[in-house]
């Protein structure tokens, strides 16, 4: 088992995966991906194709709505088997850099977290930008850079910068934490089912541990292009019944503009304190 575990919860989206076991291929730092299919069994199909990538396969059982919690844990738990030290989450559309598994070693490393340093835990996130539609054949990897643009809403440090951040802001499309530090926060509560919520509690977590979560710009990966809806209207009962349940628990409701989105759309409204689907 290597020393960095890459934890990818997936269902469906192949091409997706494909592209990212390329960038995977490519480590300046052995990797192992840890791939966690969601109810798909032909995942393990796509595992099997070149480029080689050493990997851990594992499957969750799924309903109609995706286990992303319960997933995560899984592949995290997979990860501390095999004696990995440190876990990085990578959303299944995010091609990583050649350097993305070392840089997050170093960072890691230069905030004490690789040697068992007493203090709260620590997430750190790295630099995602999105890219344009795949031209035909997929990407060229060795042209994302000049083609991926950053998140405007999303902290890019200085080259060489690490600058500590909001819990609240914690996503785990692209970051990274020590095994020993993940169980310090206490792992993704799976009483999130569906899409939405459980990210945004993972950070409220780390903070409840008296963790910090820190951006740096290096730690680069790619968003490939994908079609998406604002608000996601199709995940319209996940996001409701999640954002409640954060509420109950941390007195604040996440995922502000999709709620305002619904509301405006005339889809949901608050009642009684709580987030509702609207009758028809």
């Known amino acids: 088992m290597s020393r960095v575990a890459v ?6 989206r192949h091409e997706h995966l494909r592209a990212q076991r390329r960038g995977l291929a490519r480590s300046t730092e052995p990797v192992t991906h840890v791939v966690v299919a969601m109810g798909d069994p032909s995942i393990w199909e796509v595992c099997l194709e070149p480029p080689c990538v050493p990997t851990e396969y594992l499957r969750v059982p799924a309903a109609q709505e995706l286990p ?6 899984a592949g995290v738990a997979c990860a501390r088997r095999m004696g990995a030290d440190v876990v990085v989450f990578l959303d299944v559309d995010c091609i990583p850099s050649e350097t993305l598994a070392t840089d997050y070693l170093e960072v890691l490393g230069a905030l004490g977290r690789l040697d068992g340093d007493c203090g709260g835990p620590a997430v750190v996130t790295g630099r995602t930008q999105y890219l344009p539609p795949a031209p ?7 042209a994302l850079t000049k083609v991926g643009r950053d998140h405007p809403a999303r902290p890019v440090p200085e080259d060489g910068a690490v600058v ?3 819990v609240r802001l914690l996503w785990t499309l692209n970051c990274a934490l020590t ?4 169980d310090a926060v206490g792992g ?10 459980e990210d945004t509690d993972f950070g409220q977590r780390l903070g409840h541990a008296q963790g910090k979560l820190w951006f740096t710009a290096s730690a680069r990966a790619w968003h490939q292009h994908h079609a998406v809806s604002d608000p996601p209207v199709e995940h319209l009962d996940a996001i409701l019944r999640n954002a409640n349940r954060f509420q109950s628990l941390w ?13 405006n759309a005339g889809l949901a409204h608050q009642r009684d304190g709580k987030w509702q689907k609207v009758s028809r």
């Open 7 to 12: 934890v990818t919860a997936v269902a469906g």
């Open 68 to 73: 992303l919690a319960a997933a995560r844990n």
């Open 136 to 142: 035909e054949g997929g990407y060229d990897l060795d």
């Open 164 to 166: 500590e951040g909001d």
């Open 179 to 182: 095994v020993d530090d993940f």
């Open 188 to 197: 993704f509560d799976e009483g999130y089912h569906g899409y939405g919520g």
């Open 251 to 263: 007195g604040w409701f996440p995922m502000e503009g999709w709620l305002a989105g619904f509301q």
